[in-house]
């Protein structure tokens, strides 16, 4: 199958990506309408990934969160850094390692 | 759930618990090995993540700032109407895999790379900033594809995990160690039943004998 990719995200981010050609882009004014969007992302079968800026994913809690549970494998949801290179310092996949794995925090310094 | 100490102590019930129990133990091994599956499976797509992002985000902070100078150099509003001219449909190919009997999402690399001309901006207004800032956008795009798998892969497996050592976890320190109880207490129970008998029949038999 075939899919199609949306962004959302700061004016920057979504001119970038719309360069790149990305089909479906939003620029984020306020939070409802954003969340409405990104509803509509998650419902249309035709988009596979979703982009987003970490910025936004956090203005949109606890909704987003709830949206993030509920969907099903596609579309894949994606954050990623905005123009000012803006990420939460606590990276939610090291997070989740730490629920999984134990009380341990994997260093996975050494590659191979 | 399962049984506590009041179940009848009789030889049934004794040996449908040693049933249940070898099916708890064999359920229990079964999901151990998942796990063990899955942990193996978590820490390869982790080891594939770590370059992926890295080199993901550079290249997104690359697109930036070549944007930035486009921004500047050929103005806002053209950069945008040049955004909006672009022809927009990057395709992905999306399968699933299985692992262990959950589905991951596996996307293929496709090349977003296009020449100027499939673009679809007009040329003549546009510089080569514009042209170099879609051009790192798609690269980035790519990467970020990339990524983008290994990360949904890594969040279901480790969804997957939290709920296969939650059961192994119930079996193991709840519903064996359960059972386990509760067989002891019958086999106990009927052990003290039989000694209770024998010497039930001892006296007997010596009333028996003094009566003769």
Redesign the interface.
């Known amino acids: ?5 949306a962004v959302i995200g700061d ?13 479906y ?1 939003h620029v984020h004014k306020s939070r409802e309408e954003t969340l409405e969007k990104l509803r509509k992302f998650l419902e249309d079968e035709s988009i ?2 979703v ?1 987003l800026t970490y910025r936004i994913a956090e203005e949109l809690e606890p909704e987003f969160g709830q949206l993030m549970r509920g969907k099903g ?2 579309p ?1 949801v ?1 954050k ?2 905005d ?1 000012t ?1 803006y ?1 939460p310092s606590i990276d939610e ?1 090291s997070e ?2 730490r ?3 134990g009380t341990e925090v ?1 260093i ?1 310094g050494e ?1 191979r | 759930m399962a049984t506590n100490l009041t179940a009848p102590p009789t030889r049934m019930e004794l040996i449908k618990l040693k049933r249940r129990i070898d099916l708890a133990q064999r359920g229990h091994d079964l999901l151990r090995e998942k796990m063990d599956a899955l942990v193996m499976e978590f820490f390869d797509v982790l080891r594939r993540i770590q370059d992926s992002k890295r080199v993901a985000i550079e290249q997104l902070h690359k697109a930036h700032q070549a944007l930035s100078e486009c921004f500047a150099e050929i103005g806002t509003i053209e950069t945008l109407e040049s955004a909006r001219e672009t022809i927009r449909d990057a395709r992905l190919e999306i399968s699933s895999r299985h692992v262990m009997g959950i589905s991951v999402p596996m996307i293929e690399d496709v090349e977003m790379k296009r020449d100027a001309l499939a673009r679809g901006y007009g040329l003549h207004t546009t510089s080569s900033a514009l042209d170099e800032s879609a051009r790192e956008f798609e690269l980035a795009l790519k990467l970020l594809i990339r990524y983008a798998e290994l990360e949904a892969s890594a969040f279901a497996i480790a969804k997957e995990l939290e709920k296969t050592r939650r059961r192994v976890n119930a079996l193991e320190y709840i519903l064996i160690p359960r059972l386990e109880r509760t067989i002891k207490f019958i086999s106990m129970r009927l052990d003290e039943m039989e000694r209770e008998n024998f010497t039930r029949l001892k006296r007997i038999k010596a009333i028996l004998e003094e009566r003769r």
Do not use: N, Q
Not at chain 1, 1 to 5: D, F, K, P, Q, V
């Open positions: 199958m075939s899919y199609r990719i004016l920057s981010t979504s001119t970038g990506m719309a360069l790149a050609g990305v089909s882009t596979g990934l982009l494998m596609l894949v994606l990623i850094p123009k290179g990420m996949l989740v390692i629920r999984t794995v994997t996975k590659m």
